[in-house]
């Protein structure tokens, strides 16, 4: 009889997680606790200079444990973590990833500027997206719950937006979008709080998070978007010039966004 096959180390750190311990990958466990960042720390350990229980290992997706004990370089390093989220000022031009052409610079290559020294070797996450040229409030974390605590529909977290459309807003105008409006997509979008700010200008608050949504929704009434900023999620608004950041405290986290973050 055949021996069966060993599952692979992903697989391994997977079910570890998911039963409720802290097992986690190896390259993901050193970037989350903020000794590298993910893809130096995939690069360290395929140059063998970490050590995983006094062994050499060289594939990053090894499975680690909250007992597990990690050298890198020869110096222990721990892998334990809190949840550290940071608030970003996107400026325009700046996109969530590399592919669009016309970008001048991604959120991370801003984030990564901005940062203070103590934070720089985090592996960090985009709490959502913001389009290109939409600027405000984007946040980041090293948890990944908290992102799916942020952007899961169930949530209901609020983003505020404010979008210069050009011509005079009046209230009726913005009526259809308090009560759910027919986007091109053939969908009714959730019932949004709309009001005019100044006269050629929309405040929207949003509980979804759908593609170009804000843009859309103003299309459907007849709002042409010429400018969008978000300066609020949740109870959080933004308070950081453009292409400056700054980490929330535990209170902000919990009482601003409605998340209990790990400490």
């Not at 997680?17 to 190896?26: A, C, V, Y």
């Not at 592919?99 to 500027?113: C, E, G, H, P, Q």
């Not at 592996?123 to 946040?139: A, E, I, K, P």
């Not at 292409?243 to 919990?254: F, I, M």
């Amino acid at each position: 009889m055949s021996r069966p096959k060993k599952p692979p180390r992903w697989l391994e750190a997977a079910r570890v997680r998911d039963s409720g311990g802290d097992g986690e990958w190896l390259a993901r466990a050193l970037s989350r606790a903020g000794v590298l960042p993910q893809a130096e720390a995939e690069e360290a350990i395929r140059q063998r200079r970490v050590k995983l229980d006094s062994r050499e290992v060289m594939e990053p997706m090894s499975p680690v444990g909250p007992k597990s004990r990690v050298t890198v370089d020869g110096h222990p390093v721990s892998l334990s973590w809190r949840t550290q989220v940071i608030m970003l000022h996107k400026p325009a031009g700046a996109v969530a990833h590399g592919s669009d052409k016309k970008a001048t610079s991604t959120v991370f290559d801003t984030l990564r500027s901005a940062l203070p020294p103590e934070l720089v070797r985090f592996g960090w996450h985009s709490v959502g997206r913001l389009d290109r040229d939409t600027t405000g409030l984007l946040l980041f974390t090293n948890d990944e719950r908290f992102v799916a605590h942020a952007t899961a529909p169930a949530t209901h977290l609020p983003k505020t937006y404010v979008a210069r459309v050009g011509v005079k807003v009046t209230s009726e105008k913005l009526e259809p979008l308090r009560n759910g409006v027919l986007i091109d997509d053939g969908e009714v979008t959730r019932p949004a709080k709309a009001f005019p700010r100044g006269e050629d200008s929309v405040e929207l608050v949003l509980t979804e998070g759908r593609f170009h949504q804000v843009k859309r929704m103003l299309n459907a009434v007849g709002l042409p978007t010429l400018a969008l900023h978000r300066e609020a999620v949740g109870e959080l608004m933004l308070d950081v010039e453009v292409g400056t950041c700054r980490p929330l405290t535990d209170a902000e986290v919990r009482e601003k966004l409605g998340y209990t973050p790990r400490s």
